[in-house]
């Protein structure tokens, strides 16, 4: 008897068989063992996507945030017009600020402990275009004060148990020759502002220093050591490299963002690529239980199958009906997968908090991770990704299990009846 396709008895029918009677609990133990395990594949694929979207996105805000976009320097030298230079870069389209940099390195001193510190020496209006500064949620004290003494990363202020109104010794290399070796020299400065740009490695060794100051003590009266150009856009770095570099003169060199972690992105794309690899094979192996509980299924309703065939049902109908059986088994641990990986992805600062409490905290040190937390990012293309995935392969293994069915010999099915 021919039938429309997916007919309402075939959903029927195979609701029934999904709903299995407890004389064939093995039937319903695979069925709840192929949807939890469809349900936790899609989890875990939809909760590493975010993860990994929320860890890059993490990556390029902290080191682009608190970094130029683009860095202009002459090599082995220091840049004497930098206010001219700095003119014809802002004209360059793109390009938001330009900032002359002092940069060195220097130790640092209080409370008897000893770091190195990384001194910026920046103009307080230029200070004030970085978000990752200025507007980070963890900052102590006021910016505006930055004339008056020195800004912090907050983690080099805890090592040195520093907070705002302390005293802090720079010491650097002055640069003068004697017969001794080189000759140092020692400032103190009060802290004015502690800053926090999200990445550690950053906040434990950087300092800022009003420029002047720093032209001072680094001996560089009337240069800068570099020009710090942040853009509009910070996707186009590399394709305005070459304009600054152009409108910088002779001479110059730029170098954008990029060019710093360029190797480490690429290292995160192809972990991405194999973690999705491999995920990809979880939720193959969770979609092939459909198979072994769909085979049982089958064998379990042999004699059905061939009564319903004496009836009149077509093969068509057979394979339609154990296909539903699958595909909704799929389906259905799609769905449930979906909607954990969404709520993991967006509440994942409030689990964590949980986990770290349940641990005793310190479950993530940031001096080892290089971040504060765990990141996550949810976007539409990876959790279509993940359904697609997920419901491409139950789909497409249910075929071969529902066709068997329903090329069962009716006579074979019912012979021992």
Known sequence: MATAPFAKFEWMIAWRYIR?????????????????????AVFALIATLAVRSGFRAEFIDTIAGANAHVSVVRPREVITDFEDMADRIRAVEGVATVAPLIRGQSMAAANGQIALADIYGIRLEDLKQSDAIVQSERTFGNIDDLPNG????????????????????ITIRSGAATPF???????????????????????EVRAYLPFDQ????????????????????????EELKQPITDAAGAGMWAYSWQDRVGRFLRALTIEDNVMFIILSILVLVASMNIISGLIMLVKNKGRDVGILRTMGLTEG????IFFICGAGIGTIGTFFGVVLGCLFAIYIDQIFSLVNYVAGGGVWDPSIRGIYNVPAELHLSDVIKAMSLSL???WIITIFPARRAARMNPV?????E
Do not use: C, H, P
């Open 20 to 40: 299995a009677k407890r004389a064939e609990g093995g039937v319903s133990v695979m069925t709840w063992i192929s949807l939890i395990g469809v349900t936790l």
């Open 150 to 169: 020195i800004a912090l990363g907050s983690a080099l202020a805890n090592n040195l148990g520093l907070t705002v109104g302390d005293k802090i010794e």
């Open 181 to 203: 070796g080189q000759s140092t020299r020692r400032n103190a400065y009060d802290v004015v502002f502690v800053f926090s740009t999200g990445r550690y490695q950053i906040d």
């Open 214 to 237: 720093a032209q001072f003590i680094f001996n560089r009266d009337g240069v800068a050591d570099e020009l710090e150009v942040r853009l509009d856009d910070i996707n186009m770095s």
């Open 317 to 320: 109908s057979i394979l339609r």
């Open 392 to 394: 491409g392969l139950s």
């Open 412 to 416: 074979e099915a019912l012979r021992y």
